[in-house]
């Protein structure tokens, strides 16, 4: 009960946190610097990550499915395997995860060490609002970034993909060919469908970790436990808004 | 890192994102932002099979547009198509729903129709031509496979009955043969025994066969049928040619035939000789009253009865001329 009852504060507590961000959102061109530099933060630092980790994903895809395909003939449709699977679901839940272990992590640890130290009280003293200041930034540059990274996840994975084609013997299919077949049954709905996707997740993840940095209570060892919260919970809730956005973008 | 840097890379990083975009919005739009504005053209199909919305429309396997919409239209489906303002229907082309691969992509195949024919304007109906799908074809196979089955029970039964009350083909020959073994049996020896003459050069087959006399006389008299034939075709050649100068009015009876003013002359002459005979009928003029008046006849007789005494008077009266009996005897 007391979990049941945990949960459903958190959960109101990020929606409050969502409004009150967005009633700040007047205030952003004066934060431009902070907003720049989430922005750096969020997108430019995370992209190396994103770029390795999307590249052997679609090769990993394109290897899978040429495996499996060989078998009934169906080797030339890999390209649209894989820039189906990249565009519409792996590539935005692998941002959004990435998001959430190396920028959600980072903002909870910060926000929740600032809680601990009293950071946040003496903001709240000073009459800033630790929202404004805080959480309304990362928020806005969460939305002009993870976009970015998702289209950028998107073509790495096509790529690697397709170089896994033509490279593996039992494939052996060229880049033309590949991006013919993912060409002929992909349109721009799927990428952007899977774009905004990566919108509401990379939204979720920044949400819930600065939600659970400013509520951290306790000593120095809450801010550990606080990390590992956030980053947890960011990841349900990857999975479980995955769900329901896919189901209503179709 | 100081600030202008890290705004630069965040710049630099944004600007990136938005050109991966459009090149992937490209990329999957074939090239084109905005969608080539084209003019439409209505297809209308008894059903639209696997054809949906987006799918190309081909002339002559090059892409010329793509079906837009798909739609019911009272008892029969529509597809709307949006095709390129470089490409002109013409009137008389059609469209067919093409099947591209065999898992249910299709296209639609529109025909080039003739040069000749003017173009269809925005908003036309171009005319459709219906193709089996894969369906209507393996039902078909189906009835075909059916029917085959049928026609082989049926052939087969024919051949060895139907095991009641039918004899089959089969049985009925066997019997046949049976009862008319010894028939049979004589018809070959008498053949077998023809086929000897033969081979011996006996009788008129037989000749034929092995005398080379015989197939000499056979070559001569085929290459006289061949040289009467020729010299018929000459004479046909020939007779074409007279024809071809009647009709063009040459000689004389192409003149009477083709020419109008002979004809008019004719007709004239015609009627001259009947106004001739009616006078001669009438009694007119010195022929007519020769015929009609009987006096001047006997004038005739008696001046001819004085030629005769004349005439006999010859061998008498010495050598005088003709002209002068003649004359004495008229007068």
């Known amino acids: 009960m007391r979990q049941l009852n945990n949960i459903l504060e958190g959960f109101g507590s990020t929606i409050l946190l969502l409004f009150r961000s967005i009633g700040y959102l007047p205030s952003l061109p004066r934060q431009f610097g902070r907003f720049v530099e989430q922005c750096y933060l969020i997108g430019y630092t995370t992209l190396p990550i994103v770029a390795i980790l999307s590249f052997f994903i679609g090769s990993v895809l394109a290897l899978q499915a ?10 030339q449709f890999i390209g649209s395997l894989v820039g189906l699977s990249m565009a519409r679901e792996l590539g935005p839940v692998m941002v959004a995860i990435l998001l959430a272990g190396r920028v959600g992590s980072a903002i909870t640890a910060e926000l929740a060490s600032m ?55 039992f494939i052996s299919i060229d880049p033309p ?73 179709m | ?37 084209g ?50 229907i013409k009137s008389d082309a059609s469209a067919m729903i093409v099947m591209a691969g065999l898992i249910g992509t299709n296209y639609l195949s529109v025909t080039l129709g003739t040069e000749a024919a003017p173009d269809l304007p925005d908003g036309a109906e171009i005319t459709t031509k219906t193709t089996p799908d894969l369906n209507s074809v393996m039902t078909q196979m189906g ?37 008319n073994r010894e028939n049979i049996s004589k018809a070959t020896a008498n053949l077998q025994e023809i086929t000897t003459k033969v081979n011996k050069g006996e009788g008129t087959l037989g000749r034929l066969i092995s005398d080379p006399k015989m197939y000499d006389e056979l070559v001569s008299t085929i290459a006289e049928i061949k040289n009467g034939a020729s010299e018929a075709k000459t004479f046909i050649a020939n007779a074409q040619k007279i024809v071809d100068q009647v009709k063009s009015g040459q000689g004389a009876i192409g003149a009477l035939v083709f020419d109008q003013k002979a004809g008019d002359d004719i007709k004239v002459s015609i009627a001259n000789l009947r106004s001739v005979s009616e006078k ?51 007068f």
């Open chain 2, 39 to 88: 003019y439409n053209l209505i297809a209308g199909f008894e059903s639209l099979k696997e054809l949906k919305e987006g799918d190309e429309v081909r002339m002559a396997g090059v892409k010329i547009g793509e079906v837009e919409k798909t739609r019911l239209a009272g008892r029969r489906a529509e597809a709307v198509l949006r095709i390129s303002h470089q490409v002109k």
């Open chain 1, 177 to 249: 060919a590949y991006f013919a077949a993912l060409r002929r049954f992909m349109e721009f709905k799927d990428v952007a469908n899977g774009l905004i996707k990566a919108e509401v997740f990379g939204l979720g993840v920044v949400l819930v970790c600065c939600n659970i940095g400013l509520n951290t209570r306790g000593g120095p060892r809450e801010i550990g436990a606080s990390v590992t919260r956030a980053v947890v919970t960011s990841l349900i809730l990857i999975l479980v808004l995955d769900y329901f956005v896919t189901k209503a973008l």
């Open chain 1, 115 to 169: 809680k601990v130290y009293q950071e946040i009280d003496a903001l709240v003293t000073m009459n800033i609002p630790p929202v404004r200041m805080l959480v309304m930034p990362r928020l806005a540059a969460a939305v002009v970034m993870v976009p970015v990274l998702a289209i950028i996840a998107n073509l790495v994975g096509w790529f690697g993909g397709a170089i896994v084609s033509k490279y593996t013997n």
């Open chain 2, 280 to 330: 001669i009928a009438r009694g007119e003029g010195s022929l007519g009253k020769l015929l009609s008046d009987e006096s001047l006849f006997r004038d005739a007789q008696s001046i001819m009865k004085k030629a005769d005494r004349a005439l006999d008077g010859l061998d008498d009266t010495g050598p005088i001329t003709a002209v002068g009996v003649v004359y004495g005897g008229l």
């Open chain 2, 1 to 37: 890192m100081n600030n202008f840097q890290q705004t630069a890379r965040v710049g630099l990083f944004f600007i990136l994102g938005l050109a991966l975009t459009w090149v992937t919005f490209e990329t999957l739009r074939g090239g084109k932002v905005f969608k080539d504005q």
């Open chain 1, 66 to 75: 040429g495996y499996s395909m060989q078998n009934f003939g169906a080797k």
């Open chain 2, 143 to 179: 009835e075909l496979g059916k029917k085959l089955e049928t026609a082989i029970g049926d052939l087969s039964s024919a051949l060895s009955g139907d095991g009641k009350n039918e004899t089959g083909i089969i049985k009925k020959v066997d019997q046949l043969i049976t009862e």
